[in-house]
């Protein structure tokens, strides 16, 4: 079978205390990078296997290198800045995450986190997933503000270069032998949310527009990836230490997200903030959407057959055949991590693994 599997997960894993320590440590200038590095290596050969054995066909490396699953990358890029974020925050928490903002012309002049997947290559037994947060990333959180009028007067020449160096980037993963790539685009479920959209207003945008304007930024980003690959695209309404940013349910986003040249569709669906399964009636004949139905923010074990019961509710909207089962989110899509233990997150995977084998009968 082909990615994603009928138990796939976002890919982010909880850092082990050793791993936090060492990365403490690595910050004072107490620990060389390579000794970092190594300790890194051994978590994530740790992990893999841990994913194996309860029966994942993905494997990631947990994003175990990352401080950010978004801002590592990005601030990689040429023309990235990263800079104290404006605007909307997370719930229930005083700080926030850093944001990506436009100061020059943007390129992929060096490869971008190829070693790293290179290594979780070497150590899978099963399919290693690799992920990449998605163009949207460098303009919804500051807009047009947080792009340089100077460096793009157009928008339109910052769309085509942001999609020349992801075609860059992605071609350098695909040269390593990824085939498996997921681009994590919380732009989407964002939009579902009034006070986000207003937001979008005050950074000069049009927020009704920017759906197909991401959605176009992702088609184009991929318009060179091989023919093996499967790309797949996640969303969610924010990741931050068990904390979220956004809610609203898909109608408004939903057929434009769907136009996004990808395979498959990983979307939340944990809880209220998320809505119905209505919107799925506009996914494309033969796409898959995965289900994700297991909350990282909590460390309550759903019932099973809660989770049954929601897979057949999507499954009017889209063939059973067409679905697949995950948690909503990573577990920690930032260092910090979420307010659940490690045992908590792989009884959660391992739940998922265990339902979707009883519902579709195979992995």
Known sequence: M?????????????????????????????LAAEELRKIQDRCIREAVEKQEAIGLQSVTDGEMRRDWWHLDFL??????ALK???????AGVDDNPPMASVTGKLRCSNPIMVEDFAFLRSVAKRTPKFTLPAPSQLHLRGGRKGISRRVYPELAEFWRDAAEAYRRAIAQLAAAGC???????TAFAYLCDPKIRANCVANGDDPAALPRTYAGAITAALRD????????MHTCRGNFRSAWVAEG?????AEAMFAAGVDAFFMEFDTERAGGFEPLRFVPKGKCVVLGLVSTK??????????????????????????CLSPQCGFSSTHHGNLLTEDDQWRKLELVVQVAREVWGDR
Not at 179 to 185: G, M, R, V
């Open 179 to 185: 085939s498996y790539l997921q681009i994590d685009d």
């Open 2 to 30: 082909k990615p994603p599997f009928r138990a796939d997960h976002v890919g982010s894993l909880l850092r082990p205390p050793a791993l936090a320590e060492a990365r403490a440590k690595a910050r004072r200038g107490e």
């Open 84 to 90: 104290a974020m404006e605007g909307p925050k997370f």
């Open 75 to 80: 601030g990689r890029l040429d023309g990235v």
């Open 249 to 253: 349910g898909y109608e408004s986003v």
């Open 225 to 232: 990836r091989p023919p093996g690959m499967t790309v797949a």
């Open 298 to 323: 909590v460390p309550a074990l759903e019932e099973k057959t809660f989770l049954k019961k929601r897979i057949e509710q999507a499954s009017r909207y889209v063939p059973l055949e067409n679905l």
